[in-house]
């Protein structure tokens, strides 16, 4: 009959793993050098990152990762200038056409020092502020703030003045100042890079949450490896400002030698793997990169 297919229906397989995948972000041969610079931050990045994806951002200081982190919220090139060659799409929005101050509605942002972002007297004004500036009425803001405040765990110090709360407290504050304004990406600069260890653990729960709970996509700079193996499941590793590894977790750290020969670590377990396997010759299928894992491991190995 006219008009009907005679193909069998596709499977929905397809489909669905299609919906699992949207890309979120997409840098196309990007590269970038700040003013002045003779050497660019970034050369030749391509990367994808889609929906709902915890990104790792792994490089040593210097390497370009707040540099690539600008150029999702689209601060660079529009409000930090430079030689910009290159695309790069959020949602497919192409960040050079895009409005900054539209773009920080879909692209939210956190930095390594909490205290910088603070400036307000109390906890529900400082998450009030991102709110005024999108124009929301004051009325529809208490509830806002409730949600945002509860995500984070700082429920009940609305009065709270920001500058007595500990380190970890501020952060998840920057959190939910960002979160307030319903980001559909967050992204993080080495968030816990300037707090105590029990801040730091706070942090990253948060972070986790938004990703699993929420369904953000999350896009994290951080060092610490053993929580990029908890966490992440994309790792991108930048060095001299360029992509050098992009895979899964477990892709990124079983190339030990090549992250050790730029002078990064991998996770412990991974380490102890490894060498298991380079000084008495233990056949590893994959390595581990948590504790879990290494169990498994530790009890294939050793059983007989
Ligand atoms: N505002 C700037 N002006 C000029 N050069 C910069 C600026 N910010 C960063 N850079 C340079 O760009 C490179 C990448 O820096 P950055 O993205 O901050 O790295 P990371 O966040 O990995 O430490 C470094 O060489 C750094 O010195
Ligand atoms: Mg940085």
């Not at 699992?20 to 997409?26: C, Q, S």
């Not at 929005?93 to 409005?99: A, C, F, S, V």
């Not at 609305?158 to 307030?180: N, T």
Request: charged share 25%.
């Amino acid at each position: 009959m006219a008009g009907e297919s005679l193909l069998p229906p596709l499977p929905n397989y397809g489909y669905k793993n299609m919906a699992k995948k949207k890309p979120v972000i997409e840098f196309r041969n990007l590269t970038f050098s700040y003013q002045l610079q003779e050497i660019p931050a970034l050369k030749n990045i391509n990367l994808t990152i889609y929906e709902g994806e915890y990104v790792a951002i792994l490089g040593l200081n210097g390497a370009g990762k707040t540099t690539l982190q600008l150029c999702i919220n689209g601060v660079i090139p529009n409000m930090i200038f430079g030689d910009f060659e290159g695309d790069v799409l959020v949602n497919g929005l192409n960040t050079q056409e895009y409005p900054t101050r539209e773009m920080a509605k879909i692209v939210g942002m956190v930095f390594d020092n909490p205290e910088f972002q603070l400036t307000q007297t109390s906890v529900a004004e400082e998450v009030a502020l991102g709110l005024e500036n999108l124009g929301i009425p004051t009325v529809e803001m208490h509830p806002i703030i409730e949600d945002a405040l509860e995500t984070v765990g700082l429920d009940g110090l609305q009065e709270r003045s920001p500058f007595a709360l500990s380190g970890g407290q501020q952060q998840r504050l920057a959190i939910a100042s960002a979160l307030a304004m319903k980001p559909q990406i967050f992204v993080m600069d080495e968030p816990t890079s300037n707090i105590d260890p029990i801040g730091k653990e706070e942090v990253i729960a948060v972070a986790a949450k938004l990703n699993k709970e929420k369904h953000m996509t999350v896009i994290l700079a951080e060092h610490e490896v053993e929580v990029i193996a908890q966490f992440a499941d994309h790792v991108i590793v930048i060095h001299e400002g360029e992509i050098i590894l992009d895979g899964t977790p477990h892709e990124v750290f079983a190339q030990v030698e090549k992250l050790e020969k730029i002078g990064l670590r991998v996770p412990q377990v991974t380490e102890f793997a490894y060498r298991l396997e380079k000084e008495y010759g233990v056949k590893v299928k994959e390595y581990p990169i948590k504790i879990d894992e290494a169990e498994q491991f530790a009890a294939d190995t050793f059983k007989k």
